[in-house]
Every structure is written in C-alpha cells, then in structure tokens.
C-alpha cells in the first residue's frame, strides 16, 4: 500500500510538470451538487441504456447545511444510482453510523434529473426523502423532504454553480442558497493511458433559515442525546431569519480507472450565525469512496 502511495505520488509529480497535467472548470465527471452519488464518468456512460454504478463510501463525521451534532459520529455508506440515458436518475442511499446499535440510521430515496443546457450552462432539478431510526442523533433527522435545484455556469476559469433548496416535514421548513466555485486539475495517464487522476478545489458558501437546527436541538434533548444548554440571555439569531451559515473549503481528490473511481477528501467548514442551543463548529471532515459503474 506504501509503495503504491509513494508511486501515485511521484506519478502525479511528474504529471503536473509535464504536458499530461491540464486545467478545467468542471472535472471529468461533474455531479450534481443535490446528488449524493459519485457520479459515474461521462465516458463510461452507456448512452442506450443508462448507467448502473454501485458506491462504498466512509466518512468521520456529517454536516448538514452547516450545521452537525456535539458528538462525532463516524458512518459507513452504501449507495446504488442508475441513471438513464435521458438524464433522468434515481438512487437508493443508506448511513450506517459506527456508534449506534442501527444499520439503517439514515435510508434516501432521490430522483432527479441532470441536463447541459449549453456547452457552459448545466441544470439539475432533484427531490429526494429521508427515513431515519427512531433516535437518530443526527441533526438532519428533523426533516424528511427535500427539493432542489441548480444552475452551473462554466466560465472557463472556474466552474459555479447556485444550489437552491427547500427542506419541508412534520415539524419546519427550511430554505437555502448555497454557492459553490470550484476549478478541475486533471492528470492524464498517470499508470496506463485510460486512467486519470482529478483534484477539484472547490470554495462553498451556505445561506438560509435554520428552523431544522431548533427543531433537531428540541429532538435531541427529548432523545436524551444531548443535555439542555443554560441560558444566559435572549437568542441573537432569529431561526426563520434567511442570512449566512456557513462557508468551507473541500479539496477531493479522484482516481478513475475504467469503470472503477476512489475518491479521498479533506473539508474544512466554519459555521456563522449559530444559534445559542445549536452545538455546530469549526470542524475538519474526512471521507473516501469507491465507486464501479455497473
């Protein structure tokens, strides 16, 4: 395993000063920003019959428009996408978080639809519904639907895409703006001529209410996951209030070989305008995800 990093490392080197190492606004495969999947790259896409892929996935911890639980929660992920040959996908994804008693601690069902209006304008329109186990420590598990859509725009330097998102269930709604940049270094070649390593920094800013983040806080107490904060004087953050978030930095980093992709990333999010009973910080996040396209 060492000597293949150490190789992957000086193959990539040797990428960026060469010729094979090219910039882009969008990686190989660009996904949308509402679907969870990795998505399968563009080149292995059958476009007669779709595309079947299968992810794996880890992560040390979740976040949620900006907002995540006191205690770290560690998961394992699983995933099927199929996506048709006329842009229209549907998934099936499932959380196993590692310290609870439940294999199904969070269970999505999505549907969406992914289209390039022009060479540098792409749209996406998704929605997609969350099942959770009944004491789900999650901050998330305060709502159960979610609509969203997104516009991308490639402006040949970078790639931007504004995700709008409207969170609804028994309990609140929520909306949400979230705006991303991000730029695509590609490394052709690196072991065989098929494969391909992609590095897409990308710069996220999240704006919107945060009734889910009161709602998940009262939850919580009555779930006996988290004790009630003491409080020192009125709230300084209205809930229904549309304003600031979060912003953070992602930096993922993909090999793709055939029908097979790894993908590692490191993400640093500071959440802003927090409310007094939400436990959200600064926090840094790990994930890693094997996908195979079927």
């Known amino acids: 395993m060492l000597l293949f990093l150490a190789r992957l490392a000086l193959a990539s080197a040797f990428c960026l000063a060469g010729s094979a190492a090219w910039a882009q606004s969008k990686p190989h495969a660009q996904a949308s920003s509402t ?17 079947l892929s299968a992810a794996l996935g880890y992560g040390n911890n979740s976040a949620f428009f900006g907002r995540t639980q ?5 998961y394992f992920t699983q995933e099927l996408t199929y996506t048709s040959p006329y842009s229209v ?8 978080l590692l310290n609870t008693d439940s294999h199904f601690d969070e269970t999505d069902f999505s549907v969406g639809y992914d289209r390039d209006l022009t060479k540098k304008v792409d749209l996406s329109l998704s929605y997609s519904h969350f099942l959770f186990a009944p004491n789900s420590p999650l901050v998330k598990s305060a709502v159960n639907n979610s609509l969203d859509a997104a516009l991308g725009y490639d402006w040949g330097y970078v790639y931007t895409r504004l995700n709008g998102s409207y ?4 309990n609140d709604h929520d909306t949400f703006l979230v705006l991303d940049n991000s730029r695509a270094f590609d490394l052709d070649g690196i072991f065989t001529a098929k494969d391909y390593i992609t ?3 990308k710069l996220s800013l999240t704006a ?9 806080a009262e939850q919580q107490i009555l779930r006996g996951n988290k004790k009630p904060k003491t409080k020192t004087g009125p709230a300084t953050t209205d809930a229904s209030r549309f304003t600031l978030l979060s912003y953070g930095l992602r930096l993922p980093v993909a090999y793709t070989l055939g ?15 927090v409310l007094p009973e939400d436990d959200s910080s600064g926090r840094s996040y790990f994930t890693a995800t094997l996908t195979v396209t079927l």
């Open 199 to 201: 590095i897409t920094p």
């Open 167 to 170: 969170l609804f269930g028994p």
């Open 259 to 273: 029908k097979v992709s790894a993908e590692v990333a490191y993400r640093y999010l500071q959440p802003v305008n």
């Open 89 to 96: 996908w549907g998934s099936v994804y499932n959380y196993d």
């Open 35 to 51: 679907h969870p999947a990795t998505a399968p790259p563009v080149q292995d896409q059958d476009q007669a019959t779709g595309s």
């Open 70 to 74: 006191a205690t770290t929660y560690p």
């Open 208 to 216: 919107g209410t945060q009734a889910f983040s009161a709602t998940s």
